[in-house]
């Protein structure tokens, strides 16, 4: 019974051959999923016999933790899904596995599996930007990390250290290198002068290196340059300041002399500056100066009469920055 059913369908799909398995659509071929800088993309061939119109459905799912697919980019025709870009949560230690599947009007072809990955473990790093910053002798690196589509590199890979590699232009088999760095600015003091040095760099972390940067080259300077052009300007100021004082003290008195000379004004005239101010005005100032008089009684005086004349004193004491004007 069985048996003739299944002899009947082998017979009609010989017999109708190519038109009813073309009802079929064939699947996409090829299907990975791979990571740069923890994005996570699903990438296809057409298929074998590519059909009209193709367009195609992904599904992922975080291959420990979750038993269903869930749903990537629906109805595409390109050939890859950047699942990352979808806003579905992605985890930095997540092993992720997908899946596409083409379509063709309301026909659609069986789901292809792709690879599974572990982000952490499989992405693949970018290599670090790198530029460099001639100073005299040395040379200083500055470090830039790739930037990563889900978390940071440092979040993901708490040991990332710097190995630096240099050598001078042309001789490469003598490079030197400098492992274990944790800062991104490294000054490489250990050069020649008037040299030109060529600086790669490598991101190590505790699950793989990162992709090395391409070289980068610059030349050293005078190695004495800019610290001794600084060193003796500072001299310069210094030496000239002292010597101004030195001058300033040994001629003080000769100075002192071409501004104060000492013919100066005829005899008459100091007599007058000198001769004891006689203007009413200035009379009247000088006698109403009441200051003399306490000072007299305080410091005269003790004991019982301290405190009857007490009180002017205070009054002085308080108004004494008005004193020229109540006066
Ligand atoms: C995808 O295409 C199918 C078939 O054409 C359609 O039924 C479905 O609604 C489409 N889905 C989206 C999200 O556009
Ligand atoms: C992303 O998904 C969250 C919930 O999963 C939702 O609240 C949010 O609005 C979504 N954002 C966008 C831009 O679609
Ligand atoms: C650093 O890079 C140099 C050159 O590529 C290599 O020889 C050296 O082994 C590396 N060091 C570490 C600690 O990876």
Same mark, same amino acid.
């Given at each position: 019974?069985?048996?003739?059913?299944?002899?009947?369908?082998?017979?009609?799909?010989?017999?109708?051959?190519?038109?009813?398995?073309?009802?079929?659509?064939?699947?996409?071929?090829?299907?990975?999923?791979?990571?740069?800088?923890?994005?996570?993309?699903?990438?296809?061939?057409?298929?074998?016999?590519?059909?009209?119109?193709?367009?195609?459905?992904?599904?992922f799912?975080?291959?420990?933790?979750?038993?269903?697919?869930r749903v990537g980019?629906?109805?595409?025709?390109?050939?890859?899904?950047?699942l990352s870009?979808l806003n579905i949560s992605v985890?930095?230690?997540?092993?992720?596995?997908?899946?596409?599947?083409?379509?063709?009007?309301?026909?659609?072809?069986?789901?292809?599996?792709?690879?599974?990955?572990?982000?952490?473990?499989?992405?693949?790093?970018?290599?670090?930007?790198?530029?460099?910053?001639?100073?005299?002798?040395?040379?200083?690196?500055?470090?830039?990390?790739?930037?990563?589509?889900?978390?940071?590199?440092?979040?993901?890979?708490? /040991?990332?250290? =710097?190995?630096?590699?240099?050598?001078? *232009?042309?001789?490469? #088999?003598?490079?030197?290198?400098? &492992?274990? $760095?944790?800062?991104?600015?490294?000054?490489?003091?250990?050069?020649?002068?008037?040299?030109?040095?060529?600086?790669?760099?490598?991101?190590?972390?505790?699950?793989?290196?990162?992709?090395?940067?391409?070289?980068?080259?610059?030349?050293?300077?005078?190695?004495?340059?800019?610290?001794?052009?600084?060193?003796?300007?500072?001299?310069?100021?210094?030496?000239?300041?002292?010597?101004?004082?030195?001058?300033?003290?040994?001629?003080?008195?000769?100075?002192?002399?071409?501004?104060?000379?000492?013919?100066?004004?005829?005899?008459?005239?100091?007599?007058?500056?000198?001769?004891?101010?006689? /203007?009413?005005? =200035?009379?009247?100032?000088?006698?109403? *100066?009441?200051?003399? #008089?306490?000072?007299?009684?305080? &410091?005269? $005086?003790?004991?019982?009469?301290?405190?009857?004349?007490?009180?002017?004193?205070?009054?002085?004491?308080?108004?004494?920055?008005?004193?020229?004007?109540?006066?």
């Amino acid at each position: 019974m069985s048996a003739a059913v299944c002899a009947f369908i082998l017979t009609f799909s010989t017999t109708l051959g190519p038109t009813v398995v073309s009802g079929v659509l064939s699947a996409p071929t090829n299907v990975r999923l791979s990571s740069n800088d923890m994005n996570l993309v699903l990438r296809w061939d057409s298929p074998e016999r590519p059909a009209s119109s193709l367009v195609y459905t992904t599904e992922f799912k975080s291959s420990v933790y979750e038993a269903a697919y869930r749903v990537g980019c629906v109805n595409i025709s390109n050939l890859e899904c950047d699942l990352s870009c979808l806003n579905i949560s992605v985890f930095h230690y997540g092993t992720y596995k997908g899946r596409v599947q083409a379509q063709s009007g309301t026909e659609s072809s069986a789901w292809m599996e792709s690879n599974q990955i572990t982000l952490d473990k499989d992405t693949i790093i970018s290599s670090p930007d790198v530029s460099l910053f001639s100073n005299g002798a040395a040379i200083e690196v500055s470090i830039k990390d790739p930037v990563f589509t889900i978390s940071a590199l440092r979040k993901v890979y708490h /040991s990332a250290t =710097y190995n630096i590699t240099y050598w001078k *232009h042309g001789q490469r #088999e003598k490079a030197r290198s400098k &492992s274990n $760095i944790q800062q991104n600015r490294v000054v490489l003091s250990d050069l020649d002068p008037w040299t030109k040095y060529c600086v790669r760099v490598q991101i190590i972390t505790e699950r793989k290196p990162s992709k090395p940067s391409a070289a980068v080259c610059e030349s050293t300077t005078n190695e004495e340059a800019a610290p001794w052009v600084a060193a003796v300007a500072t001299f310069g100021i210094v030496a000239t300041l002292v010597a101004l004082v030195v001058v300033a003290v040994v001629y003080r008195k000769r100075f002192s002399h071409f501004l104060c000379p000492e013919d100066a004004l005829p005899q008459h005239f100091k007599e007058y500056l000198l001769a004891p101010p006689n /203007s009413p005005m =200035y009379l009247a100032m000088r006698n109403s *100066h009441p200051p003399d #008089e306490i000072y007299n009684q305080v &410091s005269v $005086i003790a004991d019982s009469r301290t405190l009857e004349e007490g009180q002017p004193l205070e009054a002085a004491g308080r108004n004494c920055s008005k004193q020229p004007d109540t006066t």
